[in-house]
């Protein structure tokens, strides 16, 4: 299809189930206003019959839907039928309108088959062996009063009349008000009883008998390839115009914009205009650069971790459906975060940079932003493997609390010297590259007094470290999301 018919046919599935008032307005969340229960279980049986699916399935898909959009509804369902499709669905206490809109009809009653066959005929059968409405109701009503086992205002047959007698028939009546019905498992046992002895057999039989299935049909139906409906870059494209349209709002939040703005304006007041020409003063700045690196190693960390557990139904439900492959979902993933979350550490800089006192250099500041950058896209891909490999966000919390907060500590600020059956920790550490970045791009040469055990050369090491965290971190996220598609298959 081309993109005109494509954006045809979604309008056209808004208008068939009333949804043009709400189209441009936000699904929403636990945070976000956005449109009504009833909205949105529309829009998702609009997801599902937008791709003109042979087979379509749907659970309660008139539930909290008032009479006239739920017979909306239906009707769609009912035209898609009629082109040839298959349309299963679960319903409760249908109207009568909507009862009668369906070809066929399943009732089940304590997991047992009551009754399979034509809706037109369900009532006459249900006559033929002896229960009757005997007031005028709705015919899913009086189905699913007997399900229940629920003989008020419905005539007993005779046989379980006669069974119900035989078995109370030993009682000593000694009140004639006393009106015996048959209990709910009485009436569920003649129910199964009749379906098996009347219907079941030749039901099967229609059921087992061959179809004819043409030499194309049967190729498709073999064949292990997969067609996808639109190319990987397509894919990516779209994931990734997703990805952003739906975290926009938790990254540009005001509330995130706060606490960032008031951080850098109270951390720049704490370090106003410094002065690193005496000890003290160069300490205090040192504080300040492995600050900023914990800060911008912590923040992504935490806000990653959530992706892939929130993320996790939707993934399943869309892959289970062929829409896009695992690769191109990842990397839209991963890189639709990138300008969002290197908007903010732009904001802290500004302030932070020269209300502290920092050295007054364009190249400087660049290169200081450069190594948050880098820090931030490091941090990001550890949450992301957390996240991905543990999928449940409480586990995946408390693992990234220990891994930071070690982390943290071997940053080379705390401790200087750390023991050599430890030492190798530091190195898996990015606040520990990050810190020791700043400190050469502030300090050249980095004073002795600042130094760790290891001396501190050109940088290639920190970086080339940092961007070996980028893509290893990555890999690990997107090989534990393959294992998890894999159990599920």
Not at 266 to 284: A, E, F, R
Not at 334 to 356: K, R
Not at 379 to 406: C, F
Request: hydrophobic fraction near 45%; proline fraction near 4%.
């Amino acid at each position: 299809m081309t993109r005109e018919q494509k954006k045809e046919r979604a309008m056209d599935i808004i208008y068939e189930l009333g949804l043009e008032r709400c189209q441009d307005t936000m699904i929403g969340g636990s945070f976000v206003r956005g449109v009504s229960g009833g909205e949105r279980k529309r829009v998702c049986i609009g997801n599902e019959i937008i791709i003109n699916p042979s087979l379509l399935f749907l659970d309660e898909p008139t539930s909290g839907l008032d009479s006239t959009t739920a017979l909306r509804i239906v009707q769609l369902l009912h035209d898609i039928a009629e082109t040839g499709k298959t349309v299963i669905t679960t319903i409760h206490q249908p109207s009568s309108r909507l009862f009668h809109k369906f070809d066929k009809l399943i009732l089940l009653g304590r997991g047992s088959l009551l009754y399979f066959g034509k809706t037109a005929e369900a009532m006459p059968y249900f006559s033929s062996i002896g229960c009757n409405p005997l007031i005028a109701m709705n015919p899913a009503e009086f189905l699913l009063d007997l399900a229940n086992g629920n003989t008020n205002d419905v005539s007993v047959p005779s046989e379980l009349d006669d069974k119900v007698h035989m078995e109370n028939q030993n009682l000593q009546d000694t009140n004639s008000k006393i009106n015996l019905r048959p209990s709910a498992q009485d009436v569920h046992e003649y129910l199964v009883d009749a379906y098996e002895h009347r219907v079941a057999y030749k039901e099967k039989k229609k059921l087992l008998a061959p179809l004819p299935i043409s030499d194309d049909m049967k190729a498709t139906i073999t064949s292990s390839k997969r067609e996808w409906g639109t190319n990987w870059c397509q894919q990516y494209s779209i994931l990734f115009c997703r990805g952003l349209k739906e975290r926009r709002h938790d990254y540009l939040s005001w509330m995130r914009i706060t606490q960032v703005i008031a951080t850098s304006i109270i951390l720049g007041l704490l370090w106003w205009h410094s002065d690193p020409t005496t000890p003290k003063g160069l300490q205090d700045q040192a504080g300040l650069l492995f600050f900023i690196a914990v800060f911008w190693g912590f923040f992504p960390v935490f806000t990653a971790i959530f992706t892939f557990p929130q993320e996790r139904a939707m993934l399943n439900k869309e892959r289970a459906a062929d829409m896009y492959k695992l690769s191109a979902y990842f990397l839209a993933r991963t890189t639709s975060d990138l300008p969002l979350d290197l908007f903010l550490p732009v904001i802290f800089m500004v302030i932070v940079y020269f209300m502290a006192g920092l050295k007054a250099s364009a190249m400087r500041f660049f290169l200081s932003m450069l190594t948050v950058f880098l820090s931030i896209i490091a941090a990001q891909g550890l949450g992301l493997a957390i996240g991905a490999t543990l999928l449940d966000i409480k586990k995946a919390t408390t693992l990234a609390s220990v891994t930071v907060m070690t982390f943290m500590l071997a940053g080379g600020f705390f401790v200087k010297r750390v023991p050599p059956f430890i030492s190798w920790l530091r190195y898996l550490s990015f606040n520990y590259h990050t810190y020791r970045l700043l400190l050469k791009v502030q300090y050249d040469p980095v004073p002795d007094i600042l130094m760790t055990s290891v001396p501190l050369d050109n940088g290639v090491t920190e970086v080339g470290a940092l961007v070996a965290m980028i893509i290893g971190y990555r890999v690990l996220a997107y090989l534990s999301l393959r294992r998890v598609k894999a159990s599920n298959g």
